[in-house]
């Protein structure tokens, strides 16, 4: 597991430094990205957006007031006990902020994308919980291959949702080009 959070990390330096990150077509504005969880894989979804040239307004604990003058929400899913702790937020208070956060996005006519990129190493007890609580809201999901497995996310989804596969985090970047792009936004 830590070999994967390292591998993780190393992309996500690679990345940055390799400068292929930067600012691009879609305004910031429209993109809203949070992590429900407070997993790192937000923060790894942010930089694929960024190697898309797609800018999103990312922020770890986001409230609904941060969601004004968006169009999509993207929701990455995937629990930390270390991520909760260094907020300051216990499990059922994050579960909670996910819940109205995503709520809210629908509420006030935004489209929202629910995200685990983490595979099967990032579920258990704790991601299954914000995955039971926050999949069935969506309105398309994105998750990598093994982490289905035993079907929790298709027993959660909802039926009017579009539902992808991506091989990995460093493919997940067609995924979101695929749901953006049916959305209306120009990439």
Not at 31 to 44: E, H, K, R
Not at 97 to 108: E, F
Not at 151 to 167: M, N, Q, Y
């Amino acid at each position: 597991m830590y070999r994967k959070i390292v591998y993780a990390l190393l992309f996500v330096s690679v990345v940055l430094l390799s400068g292929v990150a930067g600012e691009g077509s879609a305004a910031a504005s429209e993109i809203a990205l949070t992590s429900i969880g407070q997993s790192p894989d937000a923060v790894m979804v942010n930089v694929v957006l960024k190697r898309m040239k797609v800018a999103a307004d990312y922020n770890a604990t986001m409230k609904e007031a941060d969601l004004a003058g968006h169009k999509i929400l993207i929701a990455v899913v995937g629990g930390s006990s270390k991520g909760l702790g260094a907020a300051g937020i216990d499990r059922d208070q994050e579960l909670a902020r996910g819940i109205a956060l995503v709520n809210a996005a629908k509420s006030q006519g935004l489209k929202a994308l629910v995200m685990h990129v983490g595979g099967e190493g990032r579920r258990g007890e704790l991601s299954d919980m914000f995955v039971e609580g926050v999949f069935p809201l969506a309105d398309a999901l994105i998750v990598v291959k093994g982490a289905n497995a035993d079907g929790l996310f298709d027993r959660v989804k909802p039926a009017s949702a579009t539902v992808l596969e991506a091989d990995g985090i460093q493919t997940v970047g067609g995924s979101i080009e695929t749901v953006l792009k049916e959305w209306g936004l120009a990439l």
